[in-house]
């Protein structure tokens, strides 16, 4: 399947200096992110202006992709926008280590997007700081719910933790 992000910069290398805009809405399956925290179906804004070097093309703008999980103490659905600013080199040839490759007179953005988009998208996510997650117990979301076993839980805990300083102490002695 073609890359919906080759593009033709064969007017771009004959004159250093010139640009060109690329501003596109393309479907996220395309990047196969293979990423559960990327909403399968939504789009990617790709919003990218390719500048002509000497030394190859510059290709700097802002992507954007929706992201969605659950959080991950209490399990709300949470879903967001990622945008990220890029600024990525292009070269015919390599001569800088982090390039992408112009092969014949074409450019791929589409590898470039996709990299740049899961780093941008957040990595643990909680609905809030301090959420406080679900009851261990009664699955109560503590959040809204201050159910009654999280009193025997805490006694219970302080309880194993007694015990537990009791027995270095008689470890040392
Ligand atoms: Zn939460
Ligand atoms: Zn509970």
Redesign the pocket.
Known sequence: MASPLLVNVAELLRRVGSVREIDRQIEADFFKFDDSRIITGSQVDVALTLEALTDGIVVHGTLGAQWGFECRRCLKALTGRAEVEVQELYQAVISDPDAYPITGEQLDLLEMARENVLLAVPLAPLCRADCPG???????D?QV?R????RA?RDDRWAALDSLNFESRVDEA
């Open positions: 679900l009851c261990p117990q009664c699955g109560a503590l719910d159910c009654s076993c999280t839980e």
